[in-house]
């Protein structure tokens, strides 16, 4: 596996590559949830990159860039284990040298659900996702189910901004008692990680009583937020039924696939889930 650090190596080795190629995003401290994108990139392309970047433009202040959990060298060792062929490690001169003033704004889809509680954080997603796709020009691109919006949003951006690739979403992937895979689940204690399953089981409840057919999405998010309230280590940040493409609140009867989805402090993190209701994840 080839470690390279910097943009004109980057490009260098991208230019040698003939066939597909596989991209898996990642900000490191990699886990089951990262592994499976390696491994189905690995699957489905003739070369596979993956990107290891704790990216300071989608960090707001107060959030936490500087304690954001890293461990390189596991991570190399997991990536090649999977069968990755190449990782991209730059280091933050690297992508945003002095001067750096070009930035990715998409309208609308920001303004919504996580975004409208960290403002910022999708230009900067946006903006290291389409440096990254120019670096490695992915065939596929692969992002995980769990951070739903940001899936969502890119696979908007790389229609808009014409880019030739495939973007995949891969199911997210959970601990036994229902807690997504997530690197912040390094700030919960073992008790924490039990109780934060309680995400789990109020979009898991949603899902159930979408498939018995009710449809009044107020209904559902009623029943979100009483499996929620009776877990007093959770405090939930929002609780939502959304279009699945606009990422609109419904309001009344659901008529169009769904986004289920909550977020919410659990100790020291702050956690995000959802399931789809109404459209297989991909
Ligand atoms: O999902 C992540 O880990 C990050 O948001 C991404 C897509 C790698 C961009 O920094």
């Not at 461990?71 to 190399?76: I, S």
């Not at 009867?253 to 659990?266: C, G, K, Y």
């Given at each position: 596996m080839h470690l390279l650090t910097t943009v004109v190596d980057m490009h260098r080795q991208r230019r040698a590559l003939a066939g597909s190629v596989g991209v898996v995003p990642t900000m490191g401290y990699l886990h089951e949830g990262h592994i499976s994108l390696a491994r189905r990139a690995r699957a489905e392309n003739d070369h596979v990159i993956a990107t290891i970047f704790v990216n300071p433009s989608q960090f707001g202040p107060g959030e936490d860039l500087a304690a954001y959990p890293r461990?390189?060298?596991?991570?190399?060792d997991l990536l090649e284990a999977?069968?990755?062929d190449m990782v991209f490690v730059p280091s933050t001169a690297e992508l945003y040298p002095p001067g750096y003033e070009t930035w990715i704004d998409l309208a609308d889809l920001p303004t919504?659900?996580?975004?409208?509680?960290?403002?910022?954080?999708?230009?900067?997603?946006?903006?290291?996702?389409t440096k990254l796709f120019n670096l490695t020009r992915p065939t596929r691109a692969y992002f995980g189910q769990k951070d739903a919006q940001q899936a969502i949003l890119l696979r908007r951006l790389t229609v808009d901004l014409n880019f030739d690739l495939d973007l995949i979403i891969c199911p997210t992937v959970r601990e036994p008692h229902g807690l997504a895979m997530s690197s912040r689940n390094a700030y919960l204690t073992a008790e924490e990680r039990q109780r934060a399953g309680v995400l789990y089981r109020a979009l898991s409840a949603a899902a159930e009583a979408y498939e018995r057919g009710e449809r009044d999405a107020e209904s559902l998010r009623r029943g979100m937020a009483a499996i929620l309230a009776a877990e007093p280590a959770a405090q939930p940040e929002y609780i939502s039924i959304a279009h699945l493409e606009t990422l609109d609140e419904i309001v009344g009867?659901?008529?169009?696939?769904?986004?289920?989805?909550?977020?919410?402090?659990?100790g020291k993190a702050r956690l995000i889930d959802n399931v789809w209701l109404g459209r297989e994840v991909g």
């Open positions: 461990d390189l060298p596991r991570d190399l999977a069968g990755v919504k659900l996580e975004g409208a509680q960290r403002p910022g954080h999708f230009r900067g997603v946006a903006t290291i996702v009867e659901m008529r169009v696939p769904a986004l289920a989805s909550v977020a919410a402090r659990v």
